[in-house]
């Protein structure tokens, strides 16, 4: 059987988006990193523990995923604008 390390999993996603938010928009702060810590600090202060801190740390770092789209689309709607 096949097993996921879905922490890690999701830790290299964020790091992936950390990359291109960085590449796209010269920003190289670890938004996502610095979201989760403060949740799970959060969470933590009001007793929440287990899977359900598990999830909001997961969820803490992938909360800007759409957004990376977003300003790349952003990105190429401003060059073609540009060029004309």
């Given at each position: 059987?096949?097993?996921?390390?879905?922490?890690?999993?999701t830790g290299a996603c964020s790091y992936a988006l950390d990359c291109i938010e960085a590449?796209?928009?010269?920003?190289?702060?670890?938004?996502?990193?610095?979201?989760?810590?403060?949740?799970?600090?959060?969470?933590?202060?009001w007793a929440i523990q287990g899977e359900a801190l598990q999830d909001l740390a997961m969820c803490?770092?992938?909360?800007?995923?759409?957004?990376?789209?977003?300003?790349?689309e952003e990105l190429k709607k401003d060059s073609v604008i540009d060029l004309k």
């Open positions: 059987m096949l097993s996921i390390d879905i922490v890690g999993l590449e796209l928009v010269n920003i190289k702060n670890k938004h996502g990193k610095r979201v989760a810590y403060i949740s799970v600090c959060m969470a933590e202060y803490a770092l992938l909360h800007d995923n759409a957004l990376t789209q977003y300003i790349s």
